[in-house]
Structure formats: C-alpha cells, structure tokens
C-alpha cells in the first residue's frame, strides 16, 4: 500500500464529490434542511391546529335531559360550548363534523342527584379528531366541577369536611437527571439517525465511484495508470466514509439546531417544549459517533463492493436501495422499548451499535459491551473492507458486461 | 521494447462456456517502431492491447515490456506504457489541466516536474485555450487532445493505441495520427490496433493479423505483401482470414 497515492487518488475523488450536484443534494443539502423544514413545518403546523380548536367554542347536543333543566341550564352557562337543539341523528352529524360531542344526560338526573342515586352521563366524541376532542374535554371538565360541587355541598350539609374523601394525596417525583429523561424519550433516536445516516450518506458517492466509473468509461483509464488497485479502492473507500460521515455530522447539528428551536421558540407550552429539550453532551455525541466508526465503515465498504458489481448506475440503484431497509429494522427494533444488550445482541451489527448508543446518550456506560461490540463490529468492517479490496482485483467484476 | 511471449486469455461465460479471446500469440516490437494489430471486431485486439497495458492478466504466457514481466510486476510495467483506446474515458468534473496532473502524480512524478511537463505537453498540443475547462464541457478533440496528454505525461517509453481514431473526424484523427508518427520519431516503441488501412500503410512497420483470438500472419508491411502477392492490405487481410471463415461456415 502507498499512503501517497491512497492520498492522491482520495484528493481528486473529493474534488470531483464537491463539484457533483447529484451527490452534494443527497449527502449535505438533504440532511442538512430536512430537519429544520420537518420542525418548523411541524411545530408551526401543531401550533395553529392546537390553538385554532382550542379558541373553538364547540356545538354540543344534549340527549334526554328534558326532565332535568337543573343540569341543562348549567351547561347551556359553560362559555366554551354552545348547546344545540335535539335531532335523531346527533351520530351522523358528529361524524360529520357538524357539531362536536353529544351528551346523554341519563332520565330523572336533577331528582336522582337530590336522592343520591349515581347515574352515568355519556359523552360522544368522535376519537382522533381533535376539535371533537376538545368539545367533549370541556363537557367532561363540566360535569367533574358539578360532581365536585355537589360532593362539597353534600359534605358540607352533614358538616364533614371535604379532606374526608381524600385522606392523602399521590403525587410522582422524577428523580432521573435530565440526560437520562430525554436519553429514553429522544436520545435513542441520535444513534438511530447516525447510522441510518451514514448508510445513506455513503449510498450516492459509492455507486459514483463504482457503477458510474464504469458506465462513464473512466474505470479502464484509471486502471491503466500505476496506481495499485488496493491504493484505488482505499482512496475511494476513504472518499466515501468521509460522505457518510459528513451527512451524519450534518444531520446531527440541524437536528441540534432544530430541537433547540423549537423548544425555545415559545410556540408551545412548557411542558411539550420540554420533550424537544435535549439534554446530550459533547461527550455522549462523541461516543456515539465513536461507536458507529466501525459501523461507517462497514457500509461504506459493502457498499462500494455490492455498486462496484453493478454494470451501471441504475443498476447499482436497484441493489443498494433494498438495502436501506436491512438497516432500518435493527435500527428499529432497537428503539422497542425492553430491547436491552446482552451478550448476543452485542455481536449482532447495527442492533448491538444502535442499543449501545441509546444507553450512551442515556448515560450509561456498560464498558464490557461496549468494548464487545467495538470489536465485534471492527472486525466486521474489516471484513467489509477485505471483501472490498477483493472485489476491486477481479477482473469479472470490472469488466462485467 | 514489447515481447508477447505466447500470451493467452481465456474467459468463462454462463452461456458460452469458455471464451478463448488471445490464443498464444506471439511478437516483438522494438523502441522507435510501430507494430499494427489488425484483424475485425471481436478478433482478440483489444484484450491483446489489455493484457500488455496489464488491465487483464494473462490466462498462460506473458509479455514483457520495458524489461518488466506483465504478470510479475504489472504496476512497473503500466508505468512504462501510456495506453489510449475508446473506452478510456475523461473524468468528467475534472478540468483538462487536473485530469493530467492527476496522472501525473499518480506516475511518481514530482510537483516541479510535473508543472513543467505539463505546461510542455500543453503548448505542444496547443491545449491552453482549454487548459480551466471541465473535461465534460470539452469537444470530441478536445478531448481526445487531452487524453493524449494524459498518456504522455510521465513520457512513458511505450504506448499502446487501441482504435484511436475511431468515431473522430478527419481534423482530429490526423491530430492523432501525427502525434503516433511523433512518438515513433521519439524512440518510442507503439502498439496500434486500427480498422483504416490506410492508417496501416502511413504509421506501421510491422502488423500482425489475428482472428479468433490467433496470431495468423506476422512481419513487415512489404514482407506480407510479398508473401501473399498482394498490394492491398485488405485483400491481404481476406486472403489470411478468409479460409478460416469459409471452414467456419462450412
């Protein structure tokens, strides 16, 4: 091997990288926008529906009733909800969106309530349409505050006090540090998107530099210099482990970037701001990329040996796109909540990468897996790289026609 | 200086079977000679031209160029050869000048050096009009001016031409054909497979005509037309291989 011509061979891949608008959408521009556009389309988009349906004052039907005006009155008095009259078919017209819940206020519910006898009001909504929603929300809120009031009173008329029926109260305390919280409910997802992206990132400049040599004529002039082919394929290998890993990075600080935003925007409320607030530190971010090394690696070299096969570009499209979703599933399945490392998983490429990651950005460091699956996914990628090399020697394979 | 020393390559194809594409075919070019290759599509040229530019690597036999065996030290021997054919190709998103500082570099050519000879073979070739341009937003001549540059930038003391001038206007397969006949004048020792006769006739000192993959004739120009009491190189080409395909379609 000649660490010159590795050199020179990856100065000119680069150059030419740069210069190719195809490869430059698809490894920065991409992953760079994508979350900035996702977030703020998101957020914004969230934000007008929320507040839209919650400034809505919501029609609402009244089924029975007639015999308890008591109750009917008082929700006719409640500001957000305006009672409409009595049809047969209050079904259809929820589902239709004409008004948004109806309530059956059961028979005799004013006398049964001054008797003491409980009863059950019906709500009817229409699930997953949030204005509907909304409107039953505040008929429920309704009828809790009435059943509180006739509670307080009924206490109050027997000269109890009202801590009776609440002896004590339950209230949880979170005691995981920051990191840890966000760690379970968004930091899996960071070592997800780093190996997810490192595949994609190394697709378009693998099949470039293989399948696209090939079918633009270069392979053979580039074969015909001195160069040893074991300089070439490093030199293009290095190429395309610096794309992958440069669209990872990428995506991280606009996924960074856009999660800092939204949660500081001051579009939502504090508490739903809260879930974009990533707590990860440098150092976390460090291992997880530390750890999906290896794993770049071993994409980019399988890929470069599967698109170097491919007689053309579309070619090489059709075999590596499939592919995609071989990552994708252990990616996945790593989020599952109770996937947790053991011995076996660790051996396991991108599953194991991905769970160790999720524990990292969690804050937790188990140094015997991590060490496990170091090596084990190392050991893969040079195999990867092996393979690779291989493929670059023989001549069936270069010149597959 | 080039010897074919029984050079052989065999392929396996699903379909086929075994592909004999180069059966033991033998030659000799000397330093400041031109040796042709002629013979019809699918004769075996082209992997002939391959297994001495060290692109494929010979099935049985080997040739040595430069004093360098093709299967032993195949790097040693490509940085003796500037190799030209069709299906060299320019990378696109690189200029005129990058692509032959390219392969300049990757000859062990030093900076200085290489700055020099490239700004020789430049004003040689009157290239400097597009010396900044992407090789992608050259013309035909353009680009074949530069691929030239490209196999003469580490003055390499043999070259091997396949189908040079094929699908290039007059202008510009002159512009080639006086560049061979230039390197020929330069001591070095050419390889040059062609379907112009003509081409034959004003560069070759040599030919050897091959037809499924063997070497049938060998020697000088005047030497075949002796041989085969033929002036016309064409018909000399009919009276080699002719027999051959009529034993083939009986």
Known sequence: MNFRNVGIVYRKELTEWLRDRRTLISTVLVPLLAFPILMVGMTSLMTVMIGKAEKETAKVMIIHGEDSPRVVEKLGQVKDLEIVPYTDDWKKRISEKEIRAAVDVPKGFDSALAQGRALTVKIYFYQGEIKSSFGANHVEKFFDDYRDSVVSSRLSARNLPSDIIKPFEVKQENVAPPEKVSGAALGGLLGYMVILLSMTGAIYPAIDLTAGEKERGTMETILSSPLSRVDLVLGKFLLVLSASLSTAILAIISMGTSFYLAGNSGAMTQKDAAVFQLHIGFPAILSVFLMALPLAVLFASVLLTIALFAKSYKEAQSYLTPLTFIVVIPAVASLLPGFDLNPKLALVPILSTSLVCKEIVAGTFHWNYILLILLSSSVYAAAGLFIAVKMFQRESVLFRS | ?250
């Open chain 2, 1 to 250: 200086m080039i010897e074919a020393r029984g050079l052989s390559k065999r392929f396996q194809d699903k379909k086929r079977g075994e592909i004999r594409a180069v059966e033991n075919v033998s030659f000799t070019c000397q330093p400041g000679k031109i040796y042709g290759l002629l013979g019809a599509n699918g004769a075996g040229k082209t992997t002939t031209l391959r297994l001495l530019a060290t692109i494929l690597e010979p099935t049985d036999g080997t040739a040595v160029v430069c004093g360098h065996d093709v299967v032993e030290e195949p790097e040693k021997v490509r940085a003796n050869v500037g190799f030209l054919s069709t299906a060299t190709a320019l990378y696109p998103r690189l200029t005129a000048e990058e692509l032959v500082e390219y392969f300049g570099r990757l000859n062990g050519l030093d900076e200085p050096t290489l700055k020099k000879r490239v700004d020789d073979i430049f004003n040689r070739l009157d290239m400097n009009g597009f010396r900044d341009r992407r090789c992608d937003k050259l013309s035909t001549g353009m680009k074949q001016k530069t691929s030239i540059a490209r196999t003469l930038v580490h003055d390499p003391p043999v070259m091997i031409f396949d189908e040079p001038t094929t699908g290039l206007d007059v202008m510009t397969a002159r512009t080639i054909i006086t560049f061979i006949s230039d390197c020929r004048d330069r001591g070095k020792a050419i390889i040059f497979s062609t379907h112009i006769m003509s081409e034959v006739d004003r560069l070759c000192d040599r030919v050897g005509i091959i037809h499924d993959g063997t070497l049938l004739a060998d020697g000088t120009v005047p030497e075949l037309r002796t041989k085969y009491a033929e002036h016309n190189l064409e018909e000399i080409i009919v009276k080699v291989v002719g027999p051959l395909l009529k034993n083939s379609e009986a």
